[in-house]
């Protein structure tokens, strides 16, 4: 089994910064990809920001040029800059692990921007 340990998310201010971080631990062997989606209220559930185990990254169009997602062995991080409040909702890390290409989630961690 992998489990994975999110933290940093909050309530901040339009135009304000967090990061957010995942520690993902158990069996894991190796990562073929990380990522962080969220999912707001009445919305379906969208990758943010995703890093392949040779560190290629994509972003949504809706956040590029203020997000950046970074990975240190088996932590993923997310810098949110600029937050905006349609930023708001509960982001998730994911994982995809090698060879299986077993998919994991962590619990969520709401993210809140006021206006």
Do not use: H
């Not at 073929?32 to 290629?56: C, D, H």
């Amino acid at each position: 089994q992998v489990q994975l340990v999110e933290s940093g998310g909050g309530l901040v201010q339009a135009g304000g910064s967090l990061r957010l971080s995942c520690a993902a631990s158990g069996s894991i062997f190796s990562i073929n990809f990380m990522g962080w989606y969220r999912q707001a209220p009445g919305k379906q559930r969208e990758l943010v920001a995703g890093i392949t185990s040779g560190g290629s990254t994509n972003y949504a169009d809706s956040v590029k040029g203020r997000f950046t997602i970074s990975r240190d062995k088996n932590t993923v991080y997310l810098q949110m800059n600029s937050l905006k409040p349609e930023d708001t909702a509960v982001y998730y890390c994911n994982v995809v692990r090698n060879p299986d290409l077993g998919n994991y989630w962590g619990q969520g961690t709401q993210v809140t921007v006021s206006s």
